[in-house]
């Protein structure tokens, strides 16, 4: 399987200095980025867009991961591919036409990933699996930062996880919403490789004490599999 990866989701970081958080939870031991990008239609909240991820890609060159709670999607793609973004996703129901979209995030660069909400059915990764590079799990209805995870997302981890090991590829499986120190753990024995927390992270004093316990509950739960 990948090796794990630790993606800050910057919804729960403080807006007003976001490049030092940035710097701070690279430094600190993350490895991606997570933008959370809201349009207060798709989903009700409104967050941030292509000029902050400009203004936050001068501060590290870790990869930035969009992920994209907006209806329409295709409009906005290839402002985040300008902004700096490396990675891109979006949610199939948000988009009228799945498979163009993928195309448009590749065709500017980008790798492309797919995001199911909690209710979300699986079938969406049918006739596009072969397109993706992520595919992105959530673990909370998508809107806001702090919530609680839900546990059946456990279920639809493992069922992805099968999926994406019978198509040979290398896709990553990333789990976005209340994941923490103490649950960590169970996430990755599903089978993800890719962790967003937000509060986790940006809600403690030390974000590296954050990010040194994820991983060692991510290493004992890959010693016990
Ligand atoms: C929710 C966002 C998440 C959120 C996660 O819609 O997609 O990335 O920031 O925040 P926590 O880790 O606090 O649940
Ligand atoms: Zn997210």
């Not at 490396?86 to 199939?92: A, L, Q, R």
Request: glycine share 8%; with cysteine; net charge negative.
């Amino acid at each position: 399987m990948n090796p794990a990866r630790i993606a800050p989701s910057l919804l729960s970081a403080d807006f007003s200095r976001l490049g030092e958080e940035v710097r701070n939870v690279i430094d600190a031991g993350a490895d991606i980025i997570h933008f959370d990008v809201m349009d207060n239609h798709y989903v009700p909240n409104l967050t941030i867009g292509p000029m902050v991820c400009s203004a936050i890609r001068p501060h590290t060159k870790a990869l930035i991961d969009v992920h994209l709670m907006v209806k329409p999607v295709d409009r906005i793609i290839p402002d985040f591919a300008k902004a700096g973004a490396n990675i891109i996703s979006f949610h199939p129901e948000a988009s009228e036409h799945i498979d163009r979209s993928l195309a448009l995030i590749r065709d500017n660069g980008c790798k492309a990933g797919l995001v199911f909400n909690p209710g979300t059915p699986l079938h969406y990764l049918d006739h596009v699996i072969d397109r993706l590079d992520l595919i992105l799990m959530m673990s909370v209805n998508p809107g806001f930062g702090g919530q609680s995870f839900i546990p059946e997302t456990l279920n639809k981890i493992s069922s992805v996880r099968k999926r994406i090991d019978l198509s040979g590829r290398d896709i990553w499986l990333e789990v976005d919403g209340g994941v923490k120190v103490d649950n960590i753990g169970e996430i990755a024995r599903a089978g993800a490789d890719t962790f967003v927390a937000g509060s986790a992270i940006f809600g403690a004093a030390s974000y590296s004490e954050v990010i040194s316990a994820m991983r060692k509950e991510i290493q004992q739960a890959s010693e016990a599999m």
